[in-house]
C-alpha cells in the first residue's frame, strides 16, 4: 500500500513566523508532488506543485523535494492568521493517475 | 470561467435510498476522481476514470457507483449497501499524465436522515 504520511499537529505558530510542514511518502519512484490547503468545510485549492528536487517558491510558499529521503515539504513564510487551515500533501503514484493524500496537518496562525 | 461543478452542496438521504451525486467540469480534463473525507480525515478514492465509458474502483469503492457517458461528467451513486454515508464527497479532474494537479470541486456534504 503506497502511504503519504502527515504529521496531524496542530502546528500552532505565532503571525509573522516561518510555518514548516513536512510529508513523507513510500513510493519510491513517485514524480509528482503536490500541496493543497484547506480551509474547514471547503475543498482542497492548489498551493504548490513541485517535480525536482531542490526549492520551488511562490511569494511566501516555498516546497522543498528531496526524492533520495523520500521527503517533501512546505515552507510559509510570514505567516498570517488566514494562512490558518489544514495542508495536505498529495502525490502521483507512478505509473498511473491515482493520487493519494496524507492526513493533513493543522495549521494555527496565532495573532 | 472554467471549473467543477457539484450538486448538491448538501444532501439528505432516507435508509435503503440510493442517491446520486453530479459532477461536471468544463476544462476539457481526461481524468475525473470522486473523494469521500470524513471528520478530522484525508482524501480516500473511491472511483476514478481516466477515459469515456471507463472507470476503476479506488480504495473504498464497496457501495457505490459511477458512470461516465461524457467527458465532461462523472455521477456517483451512493446506493443502499453503503452503511456509513455520511461524509464530505469531492470531485477532482485532471489532465491525463500523472504530473498535473488535480482541481477540485466545492464538495456536497451527504447526511443520513
Known amino acids: 500500500q503506497k502511504e503519504v504520511e502527515q504529521n496531524s499537529g496542530p502546528l500552532s505558530v505565532p503571525e509573522g513566523a516561518i510555518a514548516s510542514l513536512n510529508c513523507t511518502y513510500s513510493d519510491r519512484v513517485s514524480q509528482s508532488f503536490f500541496w493543497y490547503r484547506q480551509y474547514s468545510g471547503k475543498s482542497p485549492e492548489l498551493i504548490m506543485s513541485?517535480?525536482?528536487?531542490g526549492d520551488k517558491e511562490d511569494g511566501r510558499f516555498t516546497a522543498q523535494l528531496n526524492k533520495a529521503s523520500q521527503y517533501v515539504s512546505l515552507l510559509i513564510r510570514d505567516s498570517q492568521p488566514s494562512d490558518s487551515a489544514t495542508y495536505l500533501c498529495?502525490?502521483?503514484?507512478?505509473?498511473?493517475?491515482?493520487?493519494?493524500f496524507g492526513t493533513g496537518t493543522r495549521l494555527k496562525v496565532l495573532a | 470561467d472554467g471549473g467543477i461543478t457539484q450538486s448538491p452542496k448538501y444532501l439528505f438521504r432516507k435508509e435503503g435510498q440510493n442517491v446520486t451525486l453530479s459532477c461536471e467540469q468544463n476544462?476539457?480534463?481526461?481524468?475525473m476522481y470522486w473523494y469521500r473525507q470524513d471528520p478530522g480525515q484525508g482524501l480516500r478514492l473511491i472511483y476514478y476514470s481516466q477515459i469515456v465509458n471507463d472507470f476503476q474502483k479506488g480504495d473504498i469503492a464497496e457501495g457505490y457507483s459511477v458512470s461516465r457517458e461524457k467527458k465532461e461528467s462523472f455521477p456517483l451513486t451512493v446506493t443502499s449497501a453503503q452503511k456509513n454515508p455520511t461524509a464530505f464527497y469531492l470531485c477532482?479532474?485532471?489532465?491525463?499524465?500523472?504530473?498535473?494537479?488535480?482541481?477540485f470541486g466545492d464538495g456536497t456534504r451527504l447526511s443520513i436522515l
Open positions: 477532482a479532474s485532471s489532465t491525463l499524465g500523472g504530473d498535473q494537479p488535480q482541481h
Open positions: 513541485i517535480y525536482s528536487n
Open positions: 498529495a502525490v502521483c503514484i507512478s505509473g498511473t493517475y491515482k493520487y493519494i
Open positions: 476544462l476539457n480534463h481526461d481524468a
